[in-house]
């Protein structure tokens, strides 16, 4: 009698044990008894009825991650894109998770592509290109909204790469280039007019101004010269003061231009007297500023001159 007792209470303890179970820090158990769901296990130390209780799954509470790679979508200008994206999601509720749906990774890859090529189809290349963070949002929040039944969040979903095809990519960088090179024309543009603005002004207040901004610009007009005539195709290269100086006389207005000589002649005048009047004697002749040391010359008599 005693022996079945010693082996009764031996088979107890041994049975108890058999029930111990220990989830690790981190996760979660799922128990089944007689095939229904019973409870939900946490880290530490649990037990359960050997024979009738059963943990059908145990995962991590962590958050975990997934890639999805070269994920093919049309935009709305017909341009192929390749995308690539990680998710980040974690488990909220081990029971939704394990019983609403089968594969959980495989159910939010499938929701994630389906949304992001609705949206991509809905936008040309450019506007996808300069709202990639406002479609990342708008694609979680939709998903959110349908995982929340599944017992999983998903926390973040992170457009790594988007790659348009090769021709794409090439007039992309032409109108890039395009772009960048316009705002440094402007940029000079600016810089020119604001430079002129300042010479125009010390022009105007400054005394000799306009005589020193025309030396400035013949020197940079023999400088541009010489510097043509450096260059390994030129050979021959001529100078025409005349044509700066009537260029820089438009530019400035007149006062740059060289005054007009002042050319006098001298003109030699005849006078006829009148009948019985006594022809004159001599009559000065008028002299220009360069000849204004020349002995006057006296005109010959008109009898003579008739003689």
Request: proline fraction near 5%.
């Amino acid at each position: 009698m005693g022996s079945f007792f010693a082996f009764m209470f031996l088979s107890a303890i041994g049975y108890a044990i058999t029930g111990v179970k220990i989830v690790n820090q981190g996760n979660i158990a799922l128990v089944e008894r007689l095939g229904r769901y019973e409870r939900t296990l946490g880290p530490g130390l649990n037990w359960t009825a050997p024979g009738f209780d059963q943990i059908v799954w145990e995962d991590t509470t962590r958050e975990q991650f997934f890639a999805i790679t070269r994920y093919k979508a049309i935009t709305n200008d017909n341009v192929s894109l390749d995308v690539d994206l990680k998710v980040r999601w974690k488990i909220e509720n081990l029971r939704d998770t394990y019983y609403e749906v089968d594969d959980v990774v495989t159910a939010i890859e499938s929701s994630i592509r389906t949304n992001l090529g609705s949206e991509l189809s809905k936008r040309d290349l450019e506007e996808i290109l300069e709202t990639r963070v406002e479609l990342m949002q708008l694609i979680l929040k939709s998903l959110q909204s349908k995982t929340v039944n599944w017992g999983v969040k998903v926390i973040e979903i992170d457009i790594t790469d988007i790659i348009p095809p090769e021709d794409v990519l090439d007039s992309m960088e032409k109108e890039r280039a395009a772009e960048i090179q316009k705002r440094a024309d402007l940029l000079e543009a600016d810089a020119t007019a604001q430079y002129m603005s300042r010479i125009a002004e010390a022009i105007e207040t400054r005394p000799y101004g306009r005589e020193i901004l025309h030396f400035f610009a013949t020197q940079r007009y023999v400088d541009a010269s010489f510097k043509m005539g450096e260059s390994e195709n030129s050979k021959v290269v001529f100078l025409d003061p005349k044509a700066l100086s009537e260029n820089l006389t438009q530019i400035m207005g007149s006062q740059l231009a060289p005054p007009e000589l002042e050319m006098t002649h001298t003109h030699k005048t005849i006078v006829t007297p009148p009948p019985n009047t006594a022809p004159p004697t001599s009559v000065p002749v008028e002299q220009s500023n360069s000849d204004a040391n020349d002995p006057i010359t006296e005109m010959p008599d008109v009898d003579k001159a008739a003689g």
